[in-house]
């Protein structure tokens, strides 16, 4: 079955769409997310309704708004009242969501704002240093900049729990957890770090390998949800390429996707056979890689206990190298948008995304 | 302000600031299309030399922006949406579909532009009711989006909607856009017919018919000059007196007008035929007096039978020279091709000024396009400019370096933007600007990969000498907060681009072979760094330097060429600075020149350090010298030493 697709103007470019958690996840959807916007004089975070999946028509109802500070560059939940975003000012703040009790009274309140934890040490008049990425990892959170600076938060704490400055020369562009303790950061050259948080004492990360040879942005990247040490990262160039952490010197699969900047990637959180990608080009992708797992484990089955276990196994689909590249099953969810699509966040089988022309599009019964 | 300011009609706007009252103001453009204006009292040569009367007031910077109805966030949907069809229909254009399909997308486009243009209006009708404050400035907006609606409808029937094969006939579809814009006579029949139906139940079996209405005829004559017979025939049977022979004799010859329809399986000849002989027969009941005793109806049946004079009377009952344009066409000319519109609308609209009408025609959305490239919206203005044949890309040459480049997203953008386009020197100026923002705020990491992103050599040899400036005076390659290596050390191909950042790049390698215990290669590379010129002479004297402990190595990894090569450069270096001191000593007193500085830079190293305090150029120099003779010497020693050794180890081996 296509999926539905109900697209809305609301008068902001769009620049990070987040569904809002249910307390029940197991067992309904979230008709509820936030957006927040770029490029205008006065931004704002907003929370919205979808009303029903099934009226294909149905307009959005904005619940709540808050005027933002300079670009919304990055916005994660934490659990299901609480997230976090992040400034192109520098700035990065913990937001709540308070429901007075009616459908309709949703409010956006400030909780901490930890302001200025990106600067630059000599900056002329008026010149901020954007906070560009965040990740989070239950209450701890790890912001970048461009500053290169890198530093970890945690939610119930007003003073940063450690801050690296100069954890890159050059400006840092994308951020992700892999554990607990380990983050993996990328930079405008595309030079992706590992890092671990857990030694304090040197500023040193445990490794560093290059995208490229070329100076190709690392835009975003995406942790397999349970093959851990298989990372995702998009490119500048419309790149897609798969990393395989325990041999990380060059990517394991390069994939020219995208023409244009690959702006997210999202893995399907609980069938992560499904991967999402959208694009500076206009292009919103779902990839599914069920065919390539499922290839790669008859094998296993025909040649009982011998070779068959190969390392295209645990992968994911996505370590098979150059092999099983053609096999990859990559549809278009929308006829590509003359704009950028900055952001995308799936959840079930709805699929939200914002664009640069201002509008927002509801993808309902996505085929997974 | 807003679209419609015409431009004889400047605004003008009151700086709320005493000062500028009094003294007079200076503006001047910031970016974009906001001014900057404070006081300022002009001064001239004539003007007297004193301080300022007004040095203790407070003085303000004002900031003046363009407030642009497209910047409403409702209008903003508008503009987007429509941006949207917009690159739609160019990419139809573009494309290699038949005529006709591309005709019917054409249409499905249009009526899709004036759907979203229909949504605005509704939205601003719904703020303009429901904000008080608000509801003269929307509905101001409310008119100009709906004479955008109500002009391009009209193209929309002119230029889209045309029915390939088939007469270009138009009149069914421009009655249509009459009806549609012009409900006046829909509306008054429905408050005829609701008061008899008001009439009915209070007064019951009361002898009021339709016409004790007072805009009965009025709806009446309305309904026929655009042409609705049904809904004419209807009101006509609400008159007290329907049943008389008069009212027969119209309803009977509405009944009967040919309607033209463009599928009607008439030709035009056939149509033309029947139409002359329906309109002989109106003008025959005239002549025969059949509507004297009822002069509204003799009125009527005039206009049906094409009376011209009548016409032009009935001008005073149309709201516009449109809606007469279009009663005009009905009635004398039905099968009107589109190219005779011009002659018959010119004629139209003389009648119907005299007739003491007035229309203007609301014009000029130019300004506001350009206005949209100066702000935030600057990929909707992109992707307009597009497509514009000449003027677009200059105009993009023009604005796109003028987008606030306020983070590097933004600039990312604009580059891309430019990329897509092949504006090759818009993405150069731009990552300059990013790379010397950035070496301003000493981050020269981040500049060498602006630099890099922009293959700009000069720039990027530039750094490069600040990278080895710094590792001279501290030893390593980091500032204070940052280290450099994580870049330097990755490097790979990008270093080609500019010799001095390719040797930095190798030194870096010289480093990373050295820390590995890799002292073979690491003396291989530098010795060729050294014997190929590839280092700049300022650094000569630290590679040397290096060189020592791989000379003084229980191994011997120099061979006897390698030192030959190495003395081969400290000779060079030491004939350099010979000639430099015999043209100092000429200029007595010794000049501190900048080339000399850089000479010697590779000196002020570890030991030295402290001599560096003292500043007079003399002793300073005094100073250098000694640390360069010392230095001399401990090189001179070890190649020496190393020399010995390699023809030993060289000799012992060959035999």
Known sequence: ?368 | MNGTTSHYAPKIFGIPDSVCEQVGIIGQWMAGDKIGIHANSHTTSKSSDKPSEYVNHPAFIHHLKLDVVLFDPIVRKLVNESNGTFLAVQKVRKSKVNQNDIQSEYLKLSRQYRSIVRACLENLQEVASNFPLKKEQYLKYVAIFYNIEYIWHLCEILFIDVVPGKWNAVLPQMLDWIRFHFPKCEQQTNRVVASIEGGLSSTLGGSGGGEAHPEYWHALTGLVLQGRVGEARGLLRLHSSARQEAFRAIDEALRTMPVYTVYGGFSVTEFDMRWRCWQVSCSNKIDAGVFSSWPELDFIARILAGQEKVLDEAAKECESWEQMLAAWLLYTDPTVKSFHLGSHASRCIAQFRSQGGKFSVPKAVDSLILSLMESNLHQVGVSYLDHCPTEGEACLNLLLPRVPLTSEKRALKVIQIAKQRDLRHIVLSTCKVMGKRALARKQYGLALAWALRSQDAGFATHLADRFLEGYSASGEFASDSHSYLDLLDNLGSCMLISGRLTFLGKYCEFHRLYRAGDFREAAALLVSLLSSHLAPKYFWMTLLMDAVPLLESNDVVLTSDDTYALMHCLEELITDRNSEMNRAIGHYPIPYSEDYDDDLVGDDMEDEMDDLTIDTNTSNKVTMDRAFKRKEGLIRLALGRNLARAIVHEMSNTE
Request: net charge negative; glycine share 8%.
């Open chain 1, 1 to 368: 079955m296509a999926a539905n697709v109900c697209g809305n103007f609301v008068s902001k470019k769009i620049n990070k769409v987040r569904w809002k958690p249910t307390p029940d996840r197991h067992i309904s959807g979230s008709d509820t997310f936030i957006t927040g916007s770029w490029d205008d004089p006065e931004n704002e975070l907003a929370l919205w309704h979808y009303p029903s999946s099934d009226d294909q028509d149905a307009d959005l109802v904005k619940l709540a708004s808050l005027p933002h500070v300079g670009d919304v560059t990055e916005i994660k939940f934490i659990n299901t009242e609480f997230f976090v975003c992040s400034s192109s000012f520098g700035s990065v703040k913990l937001n709540r969501l308070v429901n007075a009790g009616m459908k309709s009274s949703w409010s956006i309140i400030e909780d901490i704002s930890w302001n200025k934890l990106h600067y630059f040490d000599s900056a002329g008049p008026g010149e901020h240093c954007p906070c560009t990425a965040l990740a989070s990892f239950d209450e701890d959170i790890v912001t970048v900049g461009e500053d290169g600076r890198m530093v970890l938060l945690t939610a119930h704490r007003k003073n940063p729990v450690r801050i690296m400055d100069g954890a890159d020369s050059c400006s840092l562009h994308c951020v992700c957890f892999l554990k607990y303790n380990q983050v993996i950061t990328g930079n405008l050259r595309g030079q992706l770090k590992v890092w671990d948080l857990g030694v304090q004492s040197h500023q040193k990360p445990i490794s560093t390998f290059m995208l490229s040879g070329e100076q190709i942005q690392a835009t975003c990247i995406s942790q397999h949800p349970t093959q851990r040490h298989v990372v995702l990262v998009g490119g500048e160039d419309g790149s897609l390429t798969a990393w395989d952490l325990r041999q990380s010197r060059f990517p394991v699969t390069l994939l020219s996707a995208h023409p244009d900047a690959v702006n997210e990637v999202k893995f399907h959180p609980v069938q992560p056979e499904h991967l999402f990608t959208c694009s500076a080009s206009g292009e919103l992708w779902h990839w599914n890689t069920a065919a390539l797992s499922a290839a790669a484990t008859p094998g296993a089955h025909l040649n009982l206990g011998g070779m068959g276990t190969t390392q295209e196994d645990d992968g994911g689909g996505w370590l098979g190298g150059e092999a099983s590249k053609h096999r990859l099953e990559v549809f278009s969810l929308i006829p590509a948008l003359h704009k950028p699509i900055n952001s995308l966040d799936v959840d079930r089988d709805s699929l939200v995304c914002g664009c640069d022309n201002e509008a927002v599009y509801l993808l309902s019964n996505i085929p997974i």
